[in-house]
């Protein structure tokens, strides 16, 4: 019985080490995410698609050439093709597309408040006497 006494005062804390291990990787996680996302930005765009009425949006954007960028690249993969263009630019604003297929026809809106910029473009559609009106992006972009 001499033996069991030593095993006993070598026992470690293996539970609170893995404890300490896991909150170590989740806080090195929480940082990396932390630094590696980019600062939101005034900046974005809807780009579209007069062929297809495809569409493309980007928004929060530091840089306006980066948010028209990606609003092209989001409309063409979306289109599969390549005749997007960006058909509102937004800083610190909003805008809304409604589009009626019915008319072949889309309606853009840009203005500081996303509701009456989301009403006009469906008002917009709706005076054409679509029936198929729907709003189809509205976004605002805004740095803070």
């Keep these: 019985m001499h033996g069991d006494h030593g095993f006993y005062e070598c026992k470690k804390p293996y ?39 495809t569409y493309g949006g980007a928004w929060g954007y530091a840089d306006p050439i980066a948010a028209y960028k990606r609003s092209i690249a989001e409309c063409n993969k979306a289109a599969s093709g390549k005749d997007c263009v960006v058909k509102v630019s937004l800083k610190d604003n909003c805008g809304a597309l409604a589009i009626s297929v019915e008319r072949n026809a889309s309606f853009l809106m840009q203005g500081r408040d996303q509701v009456t910029a989301t009403q ?14 729907a709003i189809h992006e509205n976004i605002c972009s805004s740095a803070s």
């Design 15 to 53: 539970g609170l080490m893995a404890l300490l291990l896991v909150s170590l990787l989740v806080l090195a996680g929480a940082t990396y995410w932390k630094l590696s996302k980019p600062a939101m930005g005034p900046y974005g765009a809807i780009a579209l698609s007069d062929s297809s009425l």
């Design 120 to 133: 006009t473009a469906m008002a917009q559609c709706q005076e054409t006497g679509a029936s198929d009106c």
